[in-house]
């Protein structure tokens, strides 16, 4: 099931999924150094600059609305596992080619 983009609603996707698979779900990125999480914990999920920082601290990442595979791309490049869905079959095998090539 990791490493893996499905051609189909996320809904059905996570459904699949067994009990504590997964260990993010990203629905909306944050906003790197634009957002204010009040922590003053720098190392805190959520602060990184970027969004290759922020997959590199999180193991197994569950995308819902795949777009254009950027998570899958990060993931692969930290050695970090995905799962996406994504209903456009379009942005499917375009995700998939990105990730393929790196």
């Known amino acids: 099931m990791l490493n893996k983009i499905y ?3 996320c809904l059905k996707t996570i459904n699949n999924l067994p009990d504590n698979y997964i260990d993010l779900v990203i ?3 944050p906003y790197w150094s634009l957002r204010d999480y009040d922590c003053k914990d720098s190392d805190n999920i959520g602060n990184e600059k970027n969004s290759f920082d922020y997959i590199d601290n999180i193991v197994n990442v569950y995308d819902p609305f795949m777009g254009f595979g950027t998570v ?7 050695n970090r596992n995905f799962i996406g869905s994504e209903i ?4 499917v095998d375009l ?4 990730i393929k090539n790196g």
């Open 88 to 91: 456009v079959k379009e942005f």
């Open 27 to 29: 629905t909306s990125p």
């Open 95 to 98: 995700s998939n080619k990105r």
């Open 7 to 9: 051609h189909e609603s």
């Open 72 to 78: 899958g791309v990060v993931a692969k490049r930290n």
